[in-house]
């Protein structure tokens, strides 16, 4: 079996140092003994597709058996990135993610004027899971939902944690540790029954 790995993919005007995204990089390397990688996405405050294409293309090593974790546009982009390869049995969790026009953000149009093809899609994908808050203010939470419906995946809503950004003090979301957590526990029971 291939080595794990889990990658981040960080949203529009993010950093890999920003929100949650330390903490759950040490969560998955001391608790599950998963390298993890946050890409640090180009120009991320006017972000171009073709730019974050190529740097996933260049750092997402596709023999490995990846976990993506996707934050808001980075959602957007981990798709983008499962659509154009050829890989199989990808765990994804997307959290306060879109695949749709947001009138809140006009200027990640680019990302969402090709509409994703969820039929080469769905089958790459072995697990997937998006998860939001009701009082996501930034993307709020029925673009997340219509994301899972599309992918045919399981739709987290907590109660709150807005859009889980630093600028509501959030640093830790337990539940994408968790969800990688069984991801790959059940990855390992479903190989070994």
Known sequence: MTDKHVYVIHGYTATPTANWFPWLKRQVEEQLNIPTTIL??????????????????RLIDTNHELTIVGHSLGCIQALRFVSQHKIKNIKM????GF????????????????SLNY????????QAVVIS??????????????LARHLKCQFILMPNGKHFIDRDHIYEVPV????????NKYRENHFNS
């Open 40 to 57: 640090e996405m180009p120009n991320a405050d006017n972000p171009k597709l073709q730019e974050w294409d190529e740097l996933c293309d």
């Open 93 to 96: 969790i997307l959290v306060s």
């Open 99 to 114: 695949d749709e026009v947001l009138n809140t953000l006009p200027q990640l149009h680019s990302f969402t004027d090709t």
């Open 119 to 126: 039929q080469t899609i769905i089958p790459k994908i072995d």
């Open 133 to 146: 808050a009701l009082d996501d203010d930034i993307v709020p939470y029925h673009y997340s939902e219509t």
């Open 176 to 183: 994408v540790f968790q969800q990688i957590s069984w991801m």
